[in-house]
């Protein structure tokens, strides 16, 4: 069964220590990677899309990885603006462009001044 | 360009009652999925519609169901509401001939059922 699983659940952080998140899939076929933030109450925002093994790609503070295995959220230097849920999700089955996302469970970040 | 947009913000309703919330998608994208989220959850797929047609669903009973306008706005309707319906409702627009499965996400609806 495909799953998407997010460690830890929740994780504080003082400004500027630096930490990674954790996103492991068991997906036959992967199709993807999506990292999401989500402020509290709002939908998630979408950061970016990682394809193959070795990818990086880079954001501000954020720079997201992908294995085979799994993908990482690397946060540098956080501020307390980067407080949020990470959310990581991957496409299941069908056609592209119209493939449902299944998500992790997230991860809280709350990062204290 | 013009996010995606939902409506209402919020909604209170009682058991058995039915719901009908509303999303505008993504300006150009012609895909809307519809995801359920509870709290301290990650979003849950409900279905997706494409052409006015619906072309996916998740884990969900009949009583969810949904409808997509030419214009590739949505709804989503809930009948016989239940406690466990209480949760942030998302709707997500993307572009089915881009070749990419990224999905764009509205602020989502706080349906609370008492």
């Known amino acids: 069964e495909d799953q998407v699983t997010q460690s830890p659940e929740a994780l504080r952080l003082q400004e500027g220590e630096s930490s990674s998140l954790n996103c492991s899939y068991t997906?036959?076929?992967?199709?993807?990677l999506f990292w999401y933030r989500q402020d509290p109450g709002k939908g998630p925002e979408f950061l970016f899309t990682?394809?193959?093994a070795g990818e990086e790609k880079e954001k501000e503070r954020l720079k997201a990885t992908l294995t085979k295995k799994e993908s990482f959220l690397h946060i540098t230097a956080p501020k307390p603006e980067d407080s949020a849920t990470y959310l990581c999700?991957?496409?299941?089955?069908?056609?592209?462009?119209?493939?449902?996302?299944?998500f992790g469970s997230g991860t809280r970040l709350q990062v204290q001044p | 360009e013009t996010g995606v947009t939902q409506s209402p913000t919020h909604l209170i309703k009682t058991r058995g009652q039915q719901v009908t919330l509303r999303c505008s998608s993504q300006?150009?994208?012609?895909?809307v999925s519809w995801y359920q989220q509870a709290l301290g959850q990650g979003p849950q797929f409900i279905f997706q519609?494409?052409?006015?047609?619906?072309?996916g669903r998740g884990n969900f009973p009949p009583r969810f169901s949904g409808l997509q306008f030419p214009n590739y706005s949505s709804e989503l309707n809930v009948n016989a509401l239940e406690l466990d319906d209480s949760a942030l409702y998302l709707c997500?627009?993307?572009?089915?001939?881009?070749?990419?499965?990224?999905?764009?996400f509205g602020p989502g609806t706080r349906l609370t059922v008492l």
């Open positions: 997500a627009s993307s572009l089915a001939a881009s070749g990419r499965d990224e999905q764009f």
């Open positions: 300006s150009g994208h012609n895909t």
């Open positions: 997906v036959s076929g992967l199709r993807g």
């Open positions: 999700a991957v496409p299941l089955g069908g056609i592209t462009g119209r493939r449902a996302l299944t």
């Open positions: 519609y494409y052409r006015e047609e619906e072309n």
């Open positions: 990682l394809y193959s």
